[in-house]
């Protein structure tokens, strides 16, 4: 007569395989983060930081008005491609105002500067690798879609300086710089939708998580924006 396998063990030795399973696939798919494509600093990084260069941008120190423009909140985390947190990661942002002004001596165009912007922020993530700011959503600016400039920086990577778009902006068709990233889905992962909040008054936001190299290097760096960055 055959031997009948012992249906308690069987179950046991079939929930360790499915525990092993369990495990080894979101280990798998973490390893599966791409990187957040690289994209130029651009003619407007601040020559001259703001003395205000808080994670709000839509209010200046000393000043009492709000920014014009839709008010956002821009939050994310800085990951990398193993979906690990980068803590005492600096980031940066710059964009221009709501008028399509940027706060830079170098943009002589005539329209007017809105001086309730703050026009560049920063901050340091934490433990999590989380980052928030209050800004507003961008708008075009002459030839460029609506963006906002990225630098992240920090000591054990080189930087990284991308930019982050707005899904369904018409603009988008015609960048120079977001058609430039040849391979669509990396060209996907800087068009980031902004979405009202729930209830009622609610501000946009946008998340826009940030994957660095795990080796912690993007080829070859930024040299104008590590010496400007020097200087301020």
Not at 29 to 39: E, F, G, I, K
Not at 103 to 119: K, L, S, T, Y
Request: aromatic content about 8%; some cysteine; glycine content about 10%.
């Amino acid at each position: 007569m055959a031997q009948q396998t012992d249906p308690t063990r069987r179950q046991i030795l079939r929930a360790m395989l499915l525990a092993v399973v369990g495990v080894q696939v979101p280990a798998a798919a973490a390893a599966q983060l791409l990187r957040t494509p690289p994209q130029s600093r651009g003619p407007f990084y601040p020559t001259q930081l703001p003395l205000d260069r808080d994670n709000d941008l839509v209010t200046v120190a000393g000043r009492s008005g709000i920014a014009k423009g839709e008010i956002t909140d821009v939050v994310g985390r800085i990951l990398n491609e193993r979906d690990r947190p980068i803590p005492t990661a600096r980031v940066e942002i710059w964009q221009c105002d709501a008028n399509g002004r940027y706060h830079h001596a170098g943009d002589r165009r005539n329209v007017p500067m809105d001086p309730n912007f703050q026009g560049y922020g920063q901050l340091v993530t934490g433990p999590d690798g989380a980052y928030r700011f209050r800004t507003i959503k961008p708008v075009p600016y002459p030839g460029r879609a609506p963006h906002i400039h990225f630098a992240i920086s920090g000591p054990d990577f080189e930087p990284l300086i991308t930019q982050m778009y707005v899904a369904g902006a018409p603009e988008n068709e015609r960048d120079f710089l977001l058609n430039g990233i040849p391979d669509a889905a990396a060209r996907q992962r800087l068009i980031i939708p902004f979405e009202r909040a729930p209830g009622p008054g609610g501000d946009l936001v946008a998340r826009f998580d940030v994957v660095l190299a795990s080796d912690g290097r993007f080829g070859r760096p930024d040299r104008e924006y590590e010496r400007i960055r020097a200087r301020v």
